[in-house]
């Protein structure tokens, strides 16, 4: 798609053929215009004269001049209008491919719903400029040529009498469409405005029932709600009041026509056919002078539209594609010098180095806050990587392709998003076809290994079930085993599971461990964890603290210092020993 030219000249050059054939009808239409007012004052002056045979056959003429005109004029709004739909689905699609490839840095300064804006309105309104805006600019200028060129010869006296108007026309036009125009963006603020409330609360749901703050929502929405409903009021005054202007002060054109007309045919100096034709010019000319004043919002417009959506194409990717090949026949070993990292100026990692032999297993524990998703998100590039600080299979991870990267690395991430699909192609996101019966096999066995086949199975629809937005509809221990069997069905070379025990009880966190072994087995497992009885399983285990590696080593070696490690063990004895007690005694009480 990157052939696509994304500037506003270079998407009209592209589409210049389209446009040229629907200005050549448009040329045509105004053309046909003109003859049927030649028509018009020769059929009424022969009329006059009386020859109705002539006037019958010059009345079929322009029954048949103005079908022609009908069908040319039809042709060139298409051809026009769809020069400018193409440019907008092109341009869509490059701003798309756009946002795929940008990374933190970018959508931590604009907002889903700044990006949404972008995609939808601001791109309508190039499209608006790209085909409105080209199709009356071109009828405009020859509309005044094929009307002008029927009026001067008439009478070149009325001609100035009657134009003298519209410059008031224009003026007034102007200044109403800019004010529309300003209405209508205070209008797409307050409604941008509205639909990020409602979305925050229905995002927010649940935390605004649990508070019962329903009633303070709805108070804060009203307001909203209320200053949405002003504007949109204000802009259907405006709207309302446009025409009658209009009406107006065209009317006062036909009356100046009516009069002065009326005295130079009197005076000879016209005939009844001339007057009736240059009437008829006259009128064809209203709508495209009126139409340049909506010209000068939809060109101001377009244009600003056009900025907003050039700040998505200028803005440069924080992470970008390298280019060196070989990973396809990658061992899968990791190796980390030196990595630091910092958010802004937070600084959140140091100096962390580690080593993950091709087929090994590491664990990284450390307090919550202290550094281990931001490390697992650095190996997968989901994160600016530093150059020089993390090689796979000896090459720097900034020098590969990013999808030779995370074909290696599959990432179960601690918070999982779901998209809103069935189970299945939840799980089966990474296959080409997820649908195909092959992928079926694959796609529960992954559900098996992270647990999650049976309660799949309970649900109404197996694994066709949709599970809402975002995944609502499954519990938080079920969307993190979807994810993690969604990371098994990719069969990488390493697989990095962030968290993947921290919503299961202690039955599911067994099985699991079972899975993780199994897995340790075939390929590759960096694992992140709180729990020392996971972490115990791991051929070495690293141990995080703020950002810093305070030791290092195999379970046995780790337990047997004083330290982090050490502590957490024991707490998490501790913790266990109460577990047994408690269900002990529960049982006790049962018997
Ligand atoms: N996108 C971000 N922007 C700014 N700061 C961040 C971002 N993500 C994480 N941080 C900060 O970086 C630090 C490390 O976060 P990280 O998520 O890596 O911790 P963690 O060890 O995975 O914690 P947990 O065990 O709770 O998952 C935290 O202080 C956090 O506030
Ligand atoms: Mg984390």
């Not at 030219?5 to 046909?32: D, E, K, N």
């Not at 495209?288 to 939809?298: C, E, K, N, R, T």
């Amino acid at each position: 798609m990157n052939d696509i030219p994304i500037g506003l000249g270079a998407q009209f050059m592209r589409h210049s053929p389209r446009f040229a054939v629907g200005m050549a009808f448009l040329a045509g239409y105004q053309i046909l215009q003109r003859d049927i007012d030649l028509t018009v004052k020769d059929a009424v002056d022969e009329a006059v004269a009386g020859n109705t045979e002539l006037v019958q056959a010059l009345g079929v003429a322009m029954v048949v001049m103005a079908i022609f005109a009908f069908i040319i004029r039809v042709l060139s709004r298409m051809a026009i209008f769809d020069g400018g739909r193409i440019a907008e689905y092109e341009l869509r699609r490059a701003l798309l491919d756009r946002l795929h490839t940008l990374g933190p840095s970018f959508y931590g300064r604009m907002s889903t719903g700044e990006v949404m804006s972008r995609v939808t309105n601001d791109l309508a309104q190039v499209r608006t400029l790209l085909g409105f805006g080209v199709l009356t600019s071109v009828n405009t200028v020859f509309a005044l040529v094929s009307a002008l060129s029927v009026m001067i010869p008439i009478s070149s006296k009325l001609t100035a009498a009657a134009l003298s108007v519209l410059p008031l026309l224009f003026l007034v036009m102007r200044q109403l469409s800019g004010q529309l125009y300003t209405r209508q963006r205070e209008n797409q603020e307050a409604l941008g405005s509205m639909s990020e409330s409602v979305q925050a609360s229905i995002a927010g749901v649940r935390v605004i029932r649990s508070f019962g703050l329903e009633a303070f929502e709805a108070r804060r929405f009203d307001h909203i709600n209320q200053d949405y409903l002003t504007k949109a009021l204000a802009i259907a005054r405006l709207r309302g009041s446009m025409w009658p202007v209009m009406q107006t002060i065209t009317a006062i054109s036909v009356v100046i026509v009516f009069w002065y007309g009326g005295h130079l045919m009197l005076a000879g100096e016209l005939t009844e056919g001339d007057f009736l034709a240059f009437y008829r010019a006259l009128s064809r000319l209203v709508w495209p002078l009126i139409a340049i004043g909506f010209l000068v919002s939809v060109l101001q417009r377009g244009r600003a539209g056009y900025d907003r959506i050039a700040e998505v194409y200028s803005a440069i990717p924080d992470i970008v594609d390298g280019d060196k090949l070989g990973a396809d026949s990658a061992a899968g070993s990791l190796d980390v010098r030196g990595l630091s990292f910092a958010y802004g100026e937070s600084r959140v990692l140091n100096d962390v180095s580690f080593e993950l032999p091709a087929g090994s297993s590491l664990a990284i524990v450390g307090r919550t806050g202290s550094g281990k998703s931001t490390i697992a998100s650095l190996l997968a590039r989901l994160q600016p990587t530093p150059t020089g600080t993390v090689f796979l299979d000896g090459v720097d991870v900034c020098e590969l392709p990013l999808s030779a990267v995370r074909e290696v690395i599959g990432f179960s991430q601690q918070n999982p998003f779901l998209f809103s699909t069935t189970v299945g192609r939840n799980i089966g996101y990474t296959l080409s076809e997820p649908d195909s019966q092959a992928s079926d096999a694959i796609i529960r066995y992954a559900a098996s290994e992270a647990q999650i086949l049976p309660e799949v199975e309970d649900l109404p629809n197996g694994f066709d079930t949709v599970v809402g937005e975002r995944g609502v509809q499954l519990s938080g221990g079920q969307k993190q085993r979807v994810a993690l069997a969604r990371a098994f069905v990719k069969e990488p070379k390493i697989l990095v599971l962030d968290d993947p025990l921290s919503a299961v009880d202690a039955r599911t966190e067994k099985a699991i461990l079972e899975t993780i072994d199994r897995q340790r087995a075939e390929r590759g497992v960096l694992l992140i964890t709180h729990r020392v009885s996971a972490a115990s399983r791991c051929d070495q285990i690293l141990v995080l603290d703020k950002g810093v590696v305070v030791a290092r080593g195999t379970h046995e070696q780790l337990v047997a210092r004083e330290g982090l490690y050490a502590t957490f063990a024991e707490e998490q004895r501790i913790e266990g020993e109460l577990a047994r007690l408690s269900q002990a005694e529960e049982e006790a009480l049962h018997v």
